[in-house]
């Protein structure tokens, strides 16, 4: 992996939002508001939100809250999480799927259908298509966007018309929950990506299970998110940055402390790398090499799989 991962933020992304402060607009409202309905009927299943245990049923909506209240400044949101450089890891984890196929190649394999999940703002899907375009000559290949969350979809849509793909048939949108897909075929997904996503899911595993069923054989998995740093002195620092500064730092900046310690702890509370790459396995897929790419230490992984051909 190329250094520059390592390196420390050196775009003016992060030092731009502490010194001016970027509009963002306060979520704490909304969680409050989603923590007065955690009392709903339910069938004794729980899971957690953060910290929180809370019941399945009401996970979904307090995430939603959160996300449709972030919508506009989710990557300014990352930027405080990542220190920037998420920018790095999208990046670095498009070009190592090297989304698209060729035609002046050999034995061109015709355009990709690819899903991103939980891609509600487009910052994946246009990488990708740049990707295809510029570095395969693939002017074919589409990506759909898939979101739970209306607002976040939105974003994507308003973000799409400074691209060239607006209005193409590249490029779509669905709102839909990864856990149950059932508008899109069996084995008609060649990639599957889902980027700081998964996380906030309310059964991961039956997200899984979706996209080992949805891609074709042969169809990749892959998956960018926020790990488990695997140097206990950076780990020490990186816990004191988490949990110490980027509450704080949303309660400067957005206005709201409530929100951002909800990240840290969704975060905190998402599987290891090697508990998260059985899950993959788990699924049905084949997974390479040790299963996982960490980037920066640990902070963020790269899980891939593949579906095994029949």
Known sequence: MSTKLLKPLRTPHLRRLLRKGQPFRSLTCSIKLANEHTTEAHDGKTTHFGF???????????????????????????????????????????????????????????????????????????????????????????????????????????????????????????????????????????????????????????????????????????????SKVNSSIFNSFYKRWSFGAIPLIGQLVAGDRDSYQYLVESIERFPNQSVFSDMIRRAGFMVPGNGWEDLTGGIAAIHKGVKPLK
């Open 52 to 226: 929180q245990e809370v019941p399945e049923s009401a996970k979904e909506s307090k995430v939603g809250a959160v996300f449709s209240s972030v919508a506009s400044s989710y990557d300014n949101m990352n930027d405080l999480m990542s220190l920037g450089i998420h920018r790095l890891w999208k990046d670095h984890f498009v070009r190592s799927l090297n989304p698209g196929s060729n035609p002046a190649s050999e034995n061109p394999a015709g355009p990709w259908r690819i899903l991103d999940v939980a891609g509600g703002t487009g910052d994946i899907a246009f990488r990708m298509l740049d990707h295809a375009s510029v570095v395969n000559n693939d002017q074919q290949s589409n990506v759909i966007v898939s979101d739970i969350n209306p607002e976040m979809l939105a974003e994507g849509k308003k973000r799409s018309l400074e691209t060239q793909y607006a209005g193409s048939e590249r490029l779509s949108f669905l709102e839909a929950n990864a856990e149950k897909l059932s508008m899109i075929d069996s084995d008609s997904i060649d990639l599957y990506t889902v980027a700081f996503g998964i996380r906030n899911f309310t059964n991961k595993q039956e997200a899984l299970n979706e996209a080992f069923r949805i891609l074709k054989p042969g169809g990749v998995f892959a998956c960018l998110e926020f």
